[in-house]
């Protein structure tokens, strides 16, 4: 079972399964209000066996430090986004179109850096996190974007789409690509793998949820 929380400007996930892992931890200065709602779902101390980050983007790891040092489990991230999370601010951010370069200018700030447990390459099945699906690597939106893929098929995709419009306020299941790429065409690449194995749910960082046939009807 996906939970899905609203922080500051981002989602976070919370797979609820034997284990429970925590996807992103959104946008930074949120902590208190993330913990009280893990706290609603029942989470505890022990029960979390992951904290997987979908992608090196401040309003996805805005609350890490605070969130690691409460649960008692391992940080991962793909190795081509670690940079962003040991400096605890975005790497370069290349946008898509007009709005993208509107709002970057907004998009400055900074957490205390700090480095992950565990790396992930390619792939990482959550088999031993107590959570029945993998973890594999979808970039595009970044080089390191990391997407969670559950076995009844429901999926979280981090920031490769987005819902909607000002982070889901308008048309929050509208699927549309996010306001930054790093690479359009690696992210079709992407999107189009994603959707050969037949979503029955899409999360996403904003937003959100998407469905398969909202996406296929869009031609991504
Ligand atoms: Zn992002
Ligand atoms: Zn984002």
Do not use: C, W
Not at 49 to 72: A, K, M, Q, Y
């Amino acid at each position: 079972m996906i939970h899905s929380l609203k922080v500051g400007r981002a989602n976070v996930f919370v797979i609820q399964e034997e284990k429970t892992i925590i996807v992103d931890t959104g946008s930074p200065k949120k902590s208190d209000f993330l913990l009280q709602s893990l706290y609603k779902l029942g989470v505890t101390k022990n029960s979390v066996s992951l904290i997987l980050l979908t992608h090196g983007h401040l309003d996805h790891f805005g609350n890490i430090n605070e969130i690691r040092s409460v649960f008692n489990a391992p940080v991962a991230i793909h190795r081509e986004d670690v940079g962003a999370l040991e400096k605890g601010q975005d790497s370069y951010l290349k946008p898509t179109r007009k709005r993208g370069a509107l709002i970057k200018p907004f998009l400055h700030g900074k957490i205390k850096g700090t480095s992950p447990d565990m790396l992930i390459d390619t792939t990482l099945s959550l088999k031993p996190f107590g959570v029945n699906g993998k973890v594999v690597h979808t970039p595009g939106h970044t080089d390191g974007s990391l997407s969670v893929i559950l076995k009844n098929k429901e999926m979280i995709i981090g920031d490769l789409l987005m819902g909607g419009h000002i982070g889901g306020f308008f048309l929050p299941h509208k699927p549309r690509h996010h306001y930054f790429a790093h690479n359009m065409d690696t992210a079709q690449k992407s999107i189009q793998r994603l959707l050969h194995e037949k979503p029955s749910k899409i999360y996403v960082g904003h937003g959100g949820p998407l469905t398969f046939r909202d996406i296929q009807k869009r031609e991504f």
